[in-house]
């Protein structure tokens, strides 16, 4: 879990510009070799006003023309907070959200695309390659109407109250709406998965053709997130819980097509449903210092979580699935002296499937059915919505790790050993949308080491880096295909470099700091075949970049950037599912300036 604390409120006034700007060598034909990328952005502090009140707003914006086809993006960002400072209280509210339009590109490549220049640009909504795999059988272009719209705005009320000394109560209340939709081609789609035609009271006397379908979401969430902190002897409990509710209206449309029929409602569902769930959650929290020296933390935490569908249109497949976990975790902390510290750390975690393990309802249309036991007696289906296919992940994690500290350098090691059942894992496949296909592997494993460091020498260069070591294997784990099992005992677990490492020299004087980074990501498979065809190579990427700071500009204070991302214009996949492989950008730029006055 993870517990992110920002406070962008300041207690002087101030106003800060950023602008940033994004330039590419070598691009689609609607960015290359031309600026391709605008970011902006304000932001305004009021400072503190009447010794109890602080305020802060932003706006942003980021456009980008993207790197393959169609690939653009519109980003805009906003947020208004305010906060009132009481003896022993802060009460804050915000209200934030980041509306988003962009063209869709979710489908990779084939893997001989990469070495050219316009054929890894190339953003298709299908394709299929020759027997020798260097070049196209067939493909087709996505239309350029295929878009994505989505906005969520978050209502946030948060209060921290210091009742005593050594009891503190903390409360946060949030709320959010979330509504948008995603155009796609389904040329595909004939009147039978449109669900039209007299079974439908929709007369058609041929399939519409060159159909472009909408596919709506609507979301509304709210929660109460509590935690009582308490002070004690040598130590500190603390006593949360969470309380998240989900609601959700899922409908698709024909947004346009050739040959509908003529009476056909413009607004008509051809699948809809509700969607729910509903997470309940307590936790204990105990850190226990025993001595000066030595740290013990404990943690449990009860979880129940709640899945339900239901109204959905034409079928009916309304199920409701809860699941009851208890998540308990200790550790230790040793420090040896000033310098070393070593620590141990042990767990075990339980998580459900994502809903699309159960039942992508948004697919019923073209075949999706419901992943759970089912009797077909009779030739009827009838599914036992009590018995899902897709079992919970169980995790034990085992952490052994040492530091290092001092005003020159630092070091830390972590030996860790993740012993998962029933772990959902990427099979190399995706669905139309391009998401991974993900099933239970019986018993799989994660086993590394994780190294990090600085050094600084020279007074003004800092070298500093980290580096993952570890294999990711299937330990029992049986696909059946076409009634034929296939044991992949013993494979590598796709999408798992076994090796990745960063390194960065800094060198600062006065006030510009300059970097360089190096970047390398190991081969890895993108299916659990140990398929060498589908296998992502490795690629080492190298960037630069600069800061100067002016600190008195007519009054501002101003912040000079510049970067040179993948200096050697590396030709490279970033990663890949199965036989399709996602292409980076080649060289580009960045320039940028904030000013703070």
Same mark, same amino acid.
């Given at each position: ?11 002087? =006034?101030?106003?800060?510009?950023? $602008? ?6 070598? /691009? ?11 970011? +902006? ?15 802060? $707003? ?12 169609? @690939? ?28 988003? $339009? ?22 298709? $909504? ?5 027997? &020798? ?69 929709? @007369?058609?006397?041929?399939? =519409? ?25 040598? *130590? ?83 199920? @409701?699935?809860?699941? +009851? ?12 002296? &000033? ?65 290092? !500290? ?59 880096? !980290? ?24 494979? =590598?677990?796709? /999408? ?34 140990? !398929? ?9 990427? +190298? ?7 002016? @600190?008195?500009?007519? *009054? ?31 060289? !580009? ?9």
């Amino acid at each position: 879990s993870v517990n992110l604390v920002t406070n962008p409120f300041k207690l002087s =006034p101030a106003i800060n510009f950023e $602008s940033i700007f994004g330039f590419q060598e070598y /691009g689609n034909k609607n960015s290359s070799p031309l600026l391709s990328t605008k970011k +902006f952005n304000i932001s305004i502090n009021s400072g503190l006003i009447g010794g109890e009140y602080l305020f802060y $707003s932003k706006l942003g914006k980021i456009q980008s023309t993207g790197y393959r086809d169609n @690939s653009w993006i519109d980003l805009n960002s906003y947020f208004i907070g305010g906060i009132r400072l009481d003896k022993n209280m802060t009460t804050r509210f915000h209200i934030f959200g980041g509306p988003i $339009s962009d063209g869709l590109v979710y489908t990779g490549l084939p893997k001989f695309v990469n070495k050219n220049k316009n054929l890894r640009l190339q953003n298709l $909504s299908y394709w299929e390659v020759d027997s &020798t795999g260097t070049s196209y059988n067939y493909y087709s272009q996505r239309r350029k109407q295929e878009i994505e719209n989505f906005s969520q705005p978050h209502y946030e009320l948060m209060n921290d109250w210091k009742i005593t000394p050594e009891l503190t109560l903390a409360n946060t209340f949030f709320y959010y709406t979330g509504d948008g939709f995603f155009d796609y081609d389904a040329s595909w789609a004939d009147t039978s998965m449109l669900r039209i035609g007299y079974n439908y009271g929709i @007369s058609a006397l041929q399939n =519409p053709t060159n159909a472009l379908v909408r596919a709506f979401v609507g979301n509304r969430q709210g929660g109460w997130l509590p935690r009582l902190e308490i002070d004690h002897n040598n *130590g500190s409990l603390t006593l949360g819980a969470e309380f998240r509710f989900h609601r959700s209206v899922h409908w698709g449309k024909i947004q346009f097509a050739e040959n509908l029929p003529a009476n056909i409602d413009p607004d008509y569902h051809f699948y809809e449903y509700h969607g729910e769930k509903d997470i309940l959650s307590f936790y204990l929290h105990e850190l226990y210092k025993p001595s000066n020296d030595i740290s013990v933390i404990g943690d449990i935490q009860f979880v129940r979580n709640r899945y339900v569908i239901n109204n959905e249109k034409f079928i009916g497949n309304d199920f @409701s699935i809860s699941y +009851f976990f208890a998540n308990p975790r200790i550790g230790i902390n040793y420090n040896i002296n &000033t310098e070393w510290n070593s620590y141990l750390s042990l767990g075990y975690t339980t998580r459900e499937p994502r809903l699309r393990n159960l039942y992508a309802a948004e697919d019923s249309y073209f075949g999706a059915k419901p992943q759970f036991k089912a009797d077909t007696t009779g030739g009827v289906i009838k599914y036992d919505f009590t018995s899902p296919l897709a079992k919970p992940e169980k995790l034990l994690d085992i952490e052994l790790g040492v530091g290092y !500290n001092t005003q020159i350098a630092k070091l830390g090691a972590n030996i860790f050993w993740m012993e998962f059942s029933d772990e959902l894992v990427k099979n190399g496949q995706v669905d139309i949308f391009g998401q991974p296909v993900t099933g239970n592997a019986g018993r799989s494993r994660h086993i590394g080491l994780e190294v990090e460091g600085s050094w600084q020498f020279l007074q003004q260069a800092t070298l500093s880096g !980290n580096l993952s070591y570890s294999q990711n294997q299937l330990i029992r784990y049986m696909v059946i295909e076409n009634s034929l099992s296939t044991s992949l005992n013993g494979n =590598p677990i796709a /999408g798992f470099p076994d090796l990745l490492a960063n390194l960065r020299l800094s060198y600062k004087i006065g006030n510009l700091t300059s970097s360089v980074t190096a970047k390398y990501v190991g081969p890895f498979y993108t299916d659990n075949f140990k !398929n060498e065809e589908n296998k992502n190579d490795p690629y080492t990427i +190298f960037n630069a970049g600069f800061l100067y700071k002016v @600190s008195d500009f007519f *009054g501002m204070e101003l912040l000079l950037r510049g970067e040179v991302r993948n200096i050697f214009n590396r030709l490279y996949f970033m990663s890949g599912e199965g036989n399709s492989f996602f292409p980076a950008a080649e060289r !580009n730029y960045i320039l940028g300036i904030s000013s703070t006055f």
